[in-house]
C-alpha cells in the first residue's frame, strides 16, 4: 500500500518536475537514505521513472499511471489541503467504504480490524470536517469525491502488482482493500496461479466442486482473499460480476438450487458487489414469478430453458 512517505514524494513531484533524493529530502522532511528505499518501491510499482543526470546522479518524475492521474485530480481539485498530512495507508483503506453511509462497526468487519482502527484512520477527516454524519453512520463529504476516486485507484493497483508478479496476464475484476477477483488471459498464469497459496478457483470453474461440470471458455477466475473461506454466496457473484447475461444467470441460479442457498445470506454477500437487484430478479423466477420487465438487471432464462438445464445436471 502507498505510505505516507510514497504520498510525500508524489505530492513534491506532482508539478511534473526532475528531482534528486536531496531535492526531496528537503520537500519532504525524510532523510535520503529513506528516500532511496521510497523511491525505489515508487519505481519498481511504476508510479515514477527514473534517469541519471550529470555524474550519473539519479533523477526521477512520475510516470503515467492511474495512481498519479487520480492523485493530481484530486490535488487540483481541492489544492487547500495538505493531503500527505491526511492520508495514511489506514485512512486510504477505510475510504474505499465511504462512498454511502456505513457504520463503523460495518467498516472494521470488512478490513478484519478493531473499531478503535476505523476511527483512528477517519480521525484527521474528522478534524477536518470531511466526513458526512448520519446517525451512527460515516460517508466522506459529497464535495470529497476525487478522494474515493484515489483511494480506489491505490487499492486497485495493490492488488494488480500483487497478482502480476505471479501472473502477468492477470485483470482485476473486482476488489476492495482486503480481497480481488481476477481473471487471466493464458493457460500459463492460470497454472501460476493454481500453484499460489493465497488464490483460489472461483466462479465458473468452482462449480465441479458442487457437482456441476461445465465446459469454460477461456481462463477461469481466481478469488484473493487468504484469511477467508470462499462460500458458494461468494461464487454466485464471482459467476455474475463479468456477465449477467442468460447463461451465467441460469448457471448461478443452477447453484442456489442445488445448494440451496439461503435468499437473506446470497442478498447480504451480493450487497458488496452491487448485485442486490440481480440476485432479487434470480429468486424471484426460482419462485415462479415472472420478470418480464426491461429493466431487469439481468436476463432471466425462460422457464422452458432452466428445467431442461436442470433436468441435464439432475438438480432437483
Not at 226 to 231: G, I, Q, R, S
Request: hydrophobic share 40%; net charge negative.
Amino acid at each position: 500500500m502507498l505510505t505516507r512517505a510514497g504520498l510525500a514524494v508524489i505530492d513534491a513531484l506532482s508539478t511534473g518536475r526532475d528531482a534528486t533524493a536531496a531535492d526531496l529530502e528537503t520537500d519532504t522532511e525524510y532523510s535520503q537514505a529513506h528516500l532511496y528505499d521510497v523511491l525505489d518501491e515508487l519505481v519498481e510499482a511504476g508510479l515514477l521513472d527514473e534517469r541519471r543526470g550529470p555524474n550519473n546522479q539519479r533523477r526521477v518524475h512520475l510516470a503515467d499511471h492511474p495512481v498519479v492521474e487520480a492523485y493530481r485530480t484530486l490535488q487540483s481539485e481541492l489544492s487547500h489541503v495538505e493531503w500527505p498530512d491526511l492520508l495514511s495507508a489506514a485512512t486510504l483503506r477505510v475510504c474505499w467504504y465511504l462512498d454511502e453511509p456505513r457504520r463503523v462497526a460495518e467498516i472494521a468487519e470488512r478490513l478484519d480490524i478493531t473499531r478503535q482502527g476505523v476511527h483512528k484512520a477517519l480521525s484527521p477527516l474528522k478534524h477536518r470536517a470531511m466526513l458526512s454524519p448520519s446517525g451512527p453512520e460515516y460517508a466522506l463529504s459529497a464535495d470529497l469525491s476525487p478522494l474515493l476516486a484515489f483511494a480506489r485507484a491505490v487499492v486497485q493497483h495493490e492488488h494488480r502488482s500483487r497478482v502480476r508478479t505471479l501472473a502477468p496476464s492477470a485483470t482485476v475484476e473486482w476488489c476492495d482493500p482486503k480481497r480481488a477477483l481476477v481473471h487471466m488471459q493464458t493457460a500459463a498464469d492460470t497454472e501460476a496461479l493454481e500453484a499460489a497459496p493465497d488464490w483460489q478457483l472461483t466462479g465458473l470453474a468452482r462449480f465441479a466442486e458442487y457437482g456441476l461440470q461445465f465446459f469454460l471458455a477461456g481462463e477461469p477466475a481466481f478469488w484473493y482473499a487468504p484469511d477467508e473461506e470462499l462460500t458458494p454466496a461468494d461464487v454466485v457473484c464471482h459467476t455474475l460480476v463479468r456477465d449477467r447475461g442468460s447463461r451465467r444467470v441460469s448457471y448461478a441460479m443452477l447453484l442456489i438450487e442445488e445448494l440451496d442457498i439461503d435468499q437473506e445470506t446470497l442478498t447480504e454477500t451480493a450487497r458488496w458487489y452491487e448485485l442486490e437487484s440481480a440476485v432479487a430478479a434470480m429468486y424471484r423466477s426460482l419462485q415462479g414469478e415472472s420478470d418480464a420487465s426491461a429493466e431487469s438487471p439481468v436476463i432471466i432464462p425462460s422457464e422452458a430453458e432452466f428445467m431442461a438445464l436442470k433436468e441435464q445436471y439432475g438438480v432437483s
